[in-house]
């Protein structure tokens, strides 16, 4: 029998997989999919508790989830890619421009 | 039938666990991507479990069909190896740490509470099916955040758009 239990302590995994990853990682593309990684362990938890509580927002909400996070990756990857045209690098620690 | 499920669970848990670890740990950016596509498929697995259907493919159509092909886009547009990567530097034990804590912290509150399971379990996919009950939700009761959305997909598009193209031409 799967229980939510079983759910959230997937989630709870993958989103610190994703914490992880964001706070290790110094290549921008790799820091957005770990964000991906996070909005998806959010998904799953909505899912599971819309199906536990046999109510459609869970689901209706992470469809909207879903759109914000392919909202940003296109922005996000747009950005990307406007730095390495300008800084010819991927580095996280080395864009410091803003810095003052 | 339990039984199967709960196995396909475990299975798909492991896919989509063992991509996101390929994500944190591949220095290789195209094979993190592929990494993270079969993460994700693994989730739209875990959603068909759910009987979520129409998320599942909703998943499987965003994430796997768009997202993915313009993560590997825009990874070929620069290189592939991350050229100032230390291997371990400073961040790694304090980042594992913070991680670990906070992984843990859930965990316990996850632990507080025990679900009981199986209280209604397919009530709203009987009849016309998740898609159609989704379609009939959203309408009714979440117009205007669809809506609003819709806009948000519209402002996005324009400024991807504006984004991507060269600089001396519009």
């Known amino acids: 029998m799967i229980t939510p239990t079983h759910y959230l302590v997937l989630s709870a995994i993958l989103f610190s997989l994703g914490v992880l990853g964001v706070m290790v990682r110094r290549n921008l593309i790799t820091l957005l999919m770990c964000l991906e990684l996070m909005l998806n362990a959010v998904n799953i938890n909505f899912v599971a508790f819309s199906h536990h509580f046999a109510d459609l927002t869970g689901q209706v909400f992470a469809i909207f989830v879903i759109t914000v996070a392919a909202g940003e990756a296109a922005i996000g990857l747009g950005i990307i890619v406007n730095i390495y045209r300008h800084k010819q690098t991927l580095d996280a620690d080395s864009i410091r421009s803003m810095q003052g | ?170």
């Open chain 2, 1 to 170: 039938m339990q039984q199967i499920e709960l196995i396909l669970f475990y299975v798909f848990s492991a896919v989509t666990l063992t991509g996101a670890l390929g994500v944190v740990v591949l220095r290789n950016t195209m094979r993190a991507a592929i990494s993270l596509l079969f993460s994700l498929l693994g989730v739209a697995a875990l959603f068909f479990l759910r009987h979520a259907e129409f998320l599942g493919a909703v998943q499987l159509l965003v994430y796997a069909g768009g997202i993915v092909v313009l993560f590997l886009f825009a990874i070929m547009f620069v290189p592939a190896n991350d050229r100032t990567h230390r291997k371990w530097h400073l961040q790694w034990p304090v980042a594992l740490l913070i991680a670990l804590l906070f992984g843990i912290s859930i965990l316990y509150f996850v632990g507080y509470h025990q679900w009981v399971s199986g209280k209604a379990l397919d009530a709203f996919t009987e009849g016309g099916g998740n898609t159609e009950a989704i379609g009939v939700f959203l309408y009714r009761n979440y117009l205007v955040p669809f809506e609003a959305a819709s806009l948000f997909l519209l402002v996005a598009m324009i400024g991807a758009i504006l984004l991507g193209r060269w600089r001396d031409k519009l």
